[in-house]
């Protein structure tokens, strides 16, 4: 006789659980943690390059790289003096927050104001995981298509900061801005969008300003 | 694909749900996915075959209910219904920015599990 037996589970309750023991240290700590996710290529760690080239002289910054294989961008980002972690996923689509907190074991950071999480290249699969984040950046460069946030909306939906980025090739491909600003007002209302280019330093200072103003809107929120 | 992972955690969370049941086999599992919990289902059902093919719980049947998103207006106090795949967050009649209620889900509900008759003898 089959026997049947009520469960009643978040099947993601044990990455639920780091991601809330992730969230309370990083609470404690006064760090804002920011998730970076989008399609491989898209320019996650040019973008982390530029953002630390602008804000290491007043903030503490460190860096969790996710990727499947390679320690390469751990490395450009430790070549700017960043103290960074490589997690490498092994054919993993997504870091979990178990990854996270065992990296962060590992790596030993000193206290830091931002905590940068780069997961691996990927539209679809990180958006299931909380990795214990203030908020998700989705990025989005100008030479994957407007289309990007109706095709992917989940990420889209959830992500509180969108980025496009490589703005400077806008002159050399079709990319319809104001069509993906349309896109993400309707799938996200309280979202922010910024168009940036790391090579020409356009909406770096904007992107870093907010990065600014969360990090001090979570440390007068503490007390 | 995550929903690899996902399958992972579902049995996993099976398996510990039936650890004080003997040896057996799981039967059905029944799960709900919320449609913005970014979990396809014939994928997660695909994975779950791949999963436990080799196991004591190959055969088994993973049955998911899909939960859409509830979208409510506040202005026209009317819940707006939308064409599949849709996620629009504002009313398509006045503009206003709608309210999400559920579709996060990503539960494993309940099962059923089949005691190792041949166990239960030796034991009886
Ligand atoms: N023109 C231009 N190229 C850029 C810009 N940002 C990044 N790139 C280029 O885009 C390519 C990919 O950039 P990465 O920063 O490595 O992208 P990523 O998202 O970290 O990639 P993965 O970690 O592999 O997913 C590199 O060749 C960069 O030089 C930009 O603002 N303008
Ligand atoms: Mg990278
Ligand atoms: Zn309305």
Same mark, same amino acid.
């Given at each position: ?10 099947? /993601? ?39 630390? %080239? ?23 980002? %430790? ?20 990854? +996270? ?11 830091? &104001? ?32 407007? &289309? ?11 992500? *509180? ?6 703005? &400077?090739? /806008? ?8 069509? +993906? ?35 001090? *809107? ?6 | ?15 510990? !749900?039936? !650890? ?8 059905? =599992?029944? =799960?709900? =996915? ?62 206003? =920015? ?27």
């Amino acid at each position: 006789m089959p026997e049947t037996i009520d469960v009643k589970q978040r099947i /993601l309750a044990a990455n639920e659980a780091a991601a809330k023991l992730l969230r309370g240290r990083a609470e404690a700590n006064g760090t804002l943690v920011t998730n970076l996710i989008s399609s491989p290529g898209s320019g996650k760690t040019t973008l982390l390059e530029a953002t630390v %080239r602008t804000l290491a002289s007043r903030l503490r910054v460190a860096v969790i790289e996710g990727d499947i294989a390679t320690e390469r961008d751990a490395e450009r980002l %430790r070549a700017l003096g960043v103290p960074a972690h490589q997690i490498l996923t092994g054919g993993a689509c997504h870091l979990d927050a178990r990854q +996270v907190d065992a990296a962060l074991q590992l790596a030993a950071f000193p206290l830091v &104001d931002l905590l940068f999480i780069e997961n691996v290249g990927n539209l679809i699969c990180p958006t299931s995981y909380d990795l214990g984040e203030d908020f998700k950046v989705v990025l989005l460069s100008v030479t994957e298509g407007e &289309d990007k946030p109706f095709k992917y909306p989940a990420i889209f939906a959830k992500a *509180a900061v969108t980025v496009i980025t490589k703005s &400077d090739l /806008l002159p050399h491909v079709t990319f319809d801005l104001d069509a +993906v600003r349309r896109q993400v007002a309707s799938l996200n209302p309280d979202g922010r969008l910024l168009v940036t280019s790391a090579r020409s330093g356009d909406g770096i200072g904007d992107w870093c300003g907010l990065l600014e103003e969360r990090l001090a *809107a979570k440390r007068s929120a503490r007390t | 694909m995550h929903e690899l992972s996902i399958a992972h955690e579902i049995l996993r969370t099976c398996r510990q !749900a039936v !650890a004080g049941h003997g040896p057996g086999r799981l039967e059905t =599992v029944r =799960v709900a =996915v919320g449609e913005l919990s970014a979990v396809e289902p014939d994928l997660l059902c695909f994975a779950w075959e791949a999963l436990t093919a080799e196991g004591p719980d190959a055969g088994s049947r993973l049955d998911v209910e899909w939960r859409p998103a509830r979208q409510h207006c506040p202005a026209c106090d009317a819940d707006k219904p939308r064409s599949a795949g849709s996620w629009l967050r504002v009313c398509p009649d006045c503009g206003a =920015v709608l309210e999400v209620d559920g579709g996060d889900e990503l539960d494993v509900l309940q099962l059923t599990f089949v005691p190792d008759e041949k166990d239960e003898a030796t034991h009886a």
